[in-house]
T-cell receptor, first 113, second 114 residues
Framework: GQQLNQSPQSMFIQEGEDVSMNCTSS?????WLWYKQDPGEGPVLLIA?????ELTSNGRLTAQFGITRKDSFLNISASIPSDVGIYFC?????????????FGKGTHLIIQP | GAGVSQSPSNKVTEKGKDVELRCDPI?????LYWYRQSLGQGLEFLIY????????KSGLPSDRFSAERTGGSVSTLTIQRTQQEDSAVYLC????????????FGPGTRLTVT
């Protein structure tokens, strides 16, 4: 099925650094979402984006829905140890939940003290 | 408040046996989704329920996989004649009608087929 290209695959950063990751697709999505998954847990929704060009913040997290509707990025400012985990982008084509989400393969964030 | 719950949390089964995985969605959520996550991979969509009906079964990988939902609430995912390649974490998510993009996930069931 359709895959989202998520990069980078992994990031090794120092505590306090800013983080940036992105997803691209060859097709258009109407909704972009960003999830974080800790080991042994299900993904937790961080930010949902519904309009092309939309820029949304959630604390130290900021995400944008690309103008072309084919990409999105997530930034994390001033990283802290609890930011460690796997971050997934996800796209949905139709509104109202009429189909499943298409996920990227994840960005594994590792923070070195 | 109560989130999505799944049981069992872990299941080890022998190749060829059938397994049943259960999902309890958030109360009031009409939409329910099943995904599969293989080691080191993103999530793969399997099936979507709106109420008790499944308008989208496109992601089920083979006819050994089936799912049902009764009473607009609990759902079970059944895998018949399990194969080793079925080993994965099976995740369930639910969402409110009209806010289907905001899917809330359970902790998953880790299935190991030996």
């Amino acid at each position: 099925g359709q895959q989202l290209n998520q990069s980078p695959q992994s990031m090794f950063i120092q505590e306090g650094e800013d983080v940036s990751m992105n997803c691209t697709s060859s097709s258009i999505f109407n909704t972009w979402l960003w999830y974080k998954q800790d080991p042994g847990e299900g993904p937790v929704l961080l930010i949902a984006l519904y309009k092309a060009g939309e820029l949304t913040s959630n604390g130290r997290l900021t995400a944008q829905f690309g103008i072309t509707r084919k990409d999105s990025f997530l930034n994390i400012s001033a990283s802290i140890p609890s930011d460690v985990g796997i971050y997934f982008c996800a796209g949905q084509r139709s509104g109202g939940g009429a189909d499943g989400l298409t996920f990227g393969k994840g960005t594994h964030l590792i923070i070195q003290p | 408040g109560a989130g999505v719950s799944q049981s069992p949390s872990n299941k080890v089964t022998e190749k060829g046996k059938d397994v049943e995985l259960r999902c309890d969605p958030i109360s009031g959520h009409t939409a329910l989704y099943w995904y599969r996550q293989s080691l080191g991979q993103g999530l793969e969509f399997l099936i979507y329920f709106q109420g008790n009906s499944a308008p989208d079964k496109s992601g089920l990988p083979s006819d050994r996989f089936s799912a049902e939902r009764t009473g607009g609430s609990v759902s079970t995912l059944t895998i018949q004649r399990t194969q080793q390649e079925d080993s994965a974490v099976y995740l369930c998510a639910s969402s409110l009608l009209g806010r289907g993009s905001e899917q809330y996930f359970g902790p998953g069931t880790r299935l190991t087929v030996t």
